[in-house]
Nanobody, 114 residues
Framework: VQLQASGGGSVQPGGSLRLSCAAS????????MNWYRQAPGNQRDLVAS???????NYSDSVKGRFTISRDNVRRMLYLQMNTLEPKDTAVYYC?????????WGRGTQVTVSS
C-alpha cells in the first residue's frame, strides 16, 4: 500500500489550499480514507474522513472550512482547505486501514502565516 500526499505549502490566513493523496496497492473504492494532521509537539489528530459510500465526517476545528472528497476512478483523495488559520499549520497525512493495519502517506507541510 502506498499513499502519496501532495499540495501543501505556505499561505496567508484566509487563504486556500487543496491537498491530494494518490493511493495504490489497495482496492481504493472499498476503503474509508482519512486525513490527519500533526503540529509540532502535538499528537496526530483526525481531520476528516470519507467512507467508501461517500459519507464524510470532520473534526469540529475544520467543519465548514474543509471539504474531503474522493475520485475512485483515479484512486485519489482530496482535502480542500478554505479560510485557513494559523492553527491549521501542521503536517497533513492521508491514511487508510487495509488488511487490518493502518497505512500512512509521507505527509505534506501546510504553513499558515502572515
Amino acid at each position: 500500500v502506498q499513499l502519496q500526499a501532495s499540495g501543501g505549502g505556505s499561505v496567508q490566513p484566509g487563504g486556500s489550499l487543496r491537498l491530494s493523496c494518490a493511493a495504490s496497492g489497495i482496492n481504493f473504492k472499498l476503503h474509508t480514507m482519512n486525513w490527519y494532521r500533526q503540529a509540532p509537539g502535538n499528537q496526530r489528530d483526525l481531520v476528516a474522513s470519507i467512507t467508501s459510500g461517500g459519507s464524510t465526517n470532520y473534526s469540529d476545528s475544520v467543519k465548514g472550512r474543509f471539504t474531503i472528497s474522493r475520485d475512485n476512478v483515479r484512486r485519489m483523495l482530496y482535502l480542500q482547505m478554505n479560510t485557513l488559520e494559523p492553527k491549521d499549520t501542521a503536517v497533513y497525512y492521508c491514511n487508510t486501514i487495509a488488511r487490518g493495519s493502518p497505512f500512512w502517506g509521507r505527509g505534506t507541510q501546510v504553513t499558515v502565516s502572515s
